[in-house]
């Protein structure tokens, strides 16, 4: 069957670093998305990753490891504004979206 | 990126009635979805919208209850019929352009209470 795991939540402080992983299972790989979703709000696009190795974007780096089925996303330097849930989605052979139900993630002053 | 609007934002629908959800985009894209999310947990696919043919269902999702409208490549609508408390959900369209890196880009929601 296809498969996510991610911490339910996760709790960091203004101005750290935060790393939330992800394993997977699917069937077929075409690729992993992160997501951030703030309470109330759809989901907005942070990364991708098809190939092996880490992915930076400003402060946000996404990894991908496809033999371990492991992915992790990487904050620095955390706002408050950080404070949201963060979904790792990975594509199947289908190009379908599979959704676990996301990282809650707390930033506190 | 693509722009995305829903319609309406949110309802307070009574139990039995139906009510359908517009999704426009600002350009023409391949791919079109309807997700359903409930308070805290994951999302889950409805359907996929097809151009000019019929959507194509998920497990435990059916036209009779759900059906879906894709009239050209910038809209589509869903229909969530005959409701029950049970379909108070967040109802959400997202859209792909169907090629590398098939990234979805959603739309703002809408938030449906069934009474």
């Known amino acids: 069957g296809q498969n996510i795991d991610q911490p339910t939540e996760m709790t960091a402080t203004e101005g750290a670093i935060v790393q939330i992983n992800c394993t997977y299972q699917t069937s077929g790989f075409n690729g992993l998305f992160w997501y951030q979703q703030h309470a109330g709000e759809a989901p907005t696009f942070l990364s991708y990753?098809?190939l092996d190795g880490l992915e930076e974007k400003g402060r946000f780096s996404s990894f991908l490891s496809r033999s371990k089925g492991y992915s992790y996303l990487l904050l620095k330097e955390l706002q408050m504004k950080d404070s949201a849930s963060y979904l790792c989605a990975p594509m199947d052979s289908n190009y379908q979206l599979i959704w676990g139900a996301g990282t809650k993630l707390i930033i506190k002053p | 990126s693509a722009v995305i609007s829903q319609k309406p934002s949110r309802d307070i629908c009574q139990r039995g009635t139906s009510l359908t959800i517009q999704c426009q985009v600002d350009?023409?894209?391949?791919?079109m979805f309807w997700y359903r999310q409930q308070p805290g947990q994951s999302l889950t696919l409805i359907a996929t919208a097809n151009q000019g043919s019929e959507a194509t269902y998920e497990s435990g999702f059916v036209i009779d209850k759900f059906p879906i409208s894709r009239p050209n490549l910038t809209f589509s609508t869903l229909t969530v019929s005959n409701m029950s408390p049970e379909d108070s959900s967040i109802y959400l369209c997202s859209v792909a352009r169907g090629t590398e890196p098939y990234e979805q880009y959603f739309g703002p929601g809408t938030r449906l209470t069934v009474t």
């Open positions: 350009s023409q894209v391949t791919m």
């Open positions: 990753n098809v």
